[in-house]
């Protein structure tokens, strides 16, 4: 994705702070940049397998905080 495409997808993100966070991540080796934008290494994909679980795990969550709060 390019940087535009990055930051269309994440709207509350300033461009500053997307900027520095895909600085950040090319830096460390798990994004790379190519001739189509901005890509996972292998490295970057490796973790995003660990971590995926985590996106849903997050979203029930919160929704349980929110059903908690609803009850109270």
């Not at 934008?37 to 349980?64: C, D, H, M, N």
């Amino acid at each position: 994705m390019t940087s535009r495409q990055i930051q269309h997808n994440c709207e509350k993100v300033s461009p500053t702070v997307l900027n520095k966070r895909l600085k950040e991540l090319t830096s460390s080796g798990l994004v790379a940049r190519g001739n189509t934008g901005y890509q996972l290494t292998v490295a970057g994909a490796e973790l995003f397998v660990i971590l995926k679980p985590f996106g849903a795990w997050s979203i029930r969550w919160a929704e349980s905080l929110s059903s908690n709060e609803a009850e109270q």
